[in-house]
């Protein structure tokens, strides 16, 4: 096995358990070692530090998968990591009881690279790092040993593969696919896509999030942004609702959306409008209406992948919320999220203060929001936080 030296001082982050080996902390290689191979990570004076996947393309230069040495990464190593984290979701009351969980959080679970998603009997896995990629097999074992899954799917078509120097790979690697895969979340069937959907198919990370909204909707009109196959705006109408417009830019996520209405006969599908329309667009369109609501999400996809985005992604943002409070009914609340990376979120609060002060409006803050508990964030691990959100009286 090859040792990777830090230079002087890079040891620091590594000591406080954070998991990423940045190119600029590595002074050298000693031995040989391809992409996801395991490396021993040494201090400038030769300590062990860590065992990490080596990954010679990325800017992240090694990614740790264990900080006790002593430790061998193998078949049995990934295994066993892959059913604890499992299991952390088993022990949790309410994540116990859900078909739609994340099972596997890289980094903040232990396993960079690495996201699992279960949705009822079947597993979607997504490998994003050269180490995860090398393992594969050992990571599809475990999860079906773990779940007891009747099928996994592979969902390795991210676009931050390449900066691992990776190719997409999609398909079936265990099992056989249902029919047709719904989930119930919160008392809601939700179809699935997990071949063409967004992500793994689905967005869990708003699981919590989706259900506090149905709990503010009764009686109230609401205004659904970025819908994508229309989870806020199903258990809007859970919620009790008197009326919800959903908008989304995608075709097929609408279509989608259709089709789960249908699932839901419980549901008065007559209240619901769906609209296919750039959300920046539609906005404009209905204060021209002269359209207002109790309750407006804004839901967008990531506009700052990275901190290097934050500014054009920053008036992106301030221009939706603008206009969402623009378009709010006094009392109404806006629940208005980031999903990006690169914007924290104190910059976040500061965008949508802002944004109200420009309209004019006073706003508080009733819940701050984030990622439901299937995502968690390692301590040593602050990128894991991605989704923030705020809901903002008026
Ligand atoms: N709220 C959703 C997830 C939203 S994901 C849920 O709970 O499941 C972001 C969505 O924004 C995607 O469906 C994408 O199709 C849509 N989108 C991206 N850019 C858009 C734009 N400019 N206008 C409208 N929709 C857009």
Redesign the pocket.
């Known amino acids: 096995m090859a040792d990777l030296i830090l230079k002087p001082g890079k040891e620091r982050s590594v000591m406080r358990r954070h998991p990423w080996i940045f190119a600029g902390s590595v002074d050298r290689l000693e031995g040989r070692a391809r992409a996801g191979d395991t490396v021993l990570v040494k201090d400038a004076g030769g300590k062990p530090l860590a065992r990490a996947a080596w990954s010679p393309e990325s800017q992240i230069r090694a990614r740790v998968w264990t900080f006790d040495c002593e430790q061998s990464i193998d078949h049995a190593f990934i295994k066993r990591a892959v059913a604890a984290s499992v299991a952390r979701r088993a022990s949790h009351p309410w994540l116990a009881k859900q078909d739609g969980v994340r099972l596997i959080h890289g980094e903040s679970d232990g396993l960079p690279g690495v996201i699992a998603d279960r949705y009822g009997p079947v597993v979607v896995v997504q490998l994003t790092s050269a180490g995860a990629d090398k393992w594969r097999e050992a990571i599809v074992a475990g999860l079906v040993q773990a779940t007891g899954c009747s099928a996994v799917y592979e969902r390795s078509d991210s676009d931050v593969r390449k900066l691992e120097g990776l190719g997409p790979v999609s398909g079936l690697v265990f099992g056989e696919m249902p029919e047709q895969l719904t989930i119930v979340e919160n008392g809601v069937r939700m179809e699935v896509d997990v071949a063409g959907g967004?992500k793994t198919g689905?967005?869990l990370d708003?699981r919590d999030n989706?259900l506090l909204t149905g709990q503010l909707a009764a009686g109230r009109d609401v205004l659904?942004?970025?819908?994508?196959?229309?989870?806020?705006s199903l258990q809007a109408l859970a919620g009790g609702a008197k009326s919800v417009i959903s908008?989304?830019?995608?075709g097929p996520?609408l279509a989608t959306a259709a089709r789960n209405v249908a699932l839901n006969p419980q549901l008065d599908a007559a209240r619901a409008e769906w609209r296919e329309?750039?959300?920046?667009q539609?906005l404009r369109t209905l204060k021209t209406e002269g359209r207002k609501f109790d309750l407006i999400?804004l839901?967008?996809?990531k506009f700052a992948p990275s901190a290097a985005h934050a500014d054009r992604a920053a008036r992106a943002y301030k221009d939706i919320n603008l206009l969402g409070f623009r378009l709010l009914n006094p009392g109404g609340i806006l629940m208005t999220y980031s999903c990006s990376g690169g914007i924290g979120l104190e910059l976040f609060q500061k965008i949508i203060a802002g944004a109200a002060a420009d309209v004019g409006v006073e706003a508080r803050i009733l819940h701050r929001l984030s990622a439901s508990p299937d995502h968690p964030i390692g301590l040593a691990v602050p990128e894991g936080e991605y989704l923030k959100g705020l809901a903002c009286q008026v």
């Open positions: 967004h689905f967005y708003q989706r659904n942004c970025f819908c994508y196959t229309g989870g806020f908008i989304d830019s995608s996520a329309d750039d959300v920046f539609a999400v839901d967008p996809p």
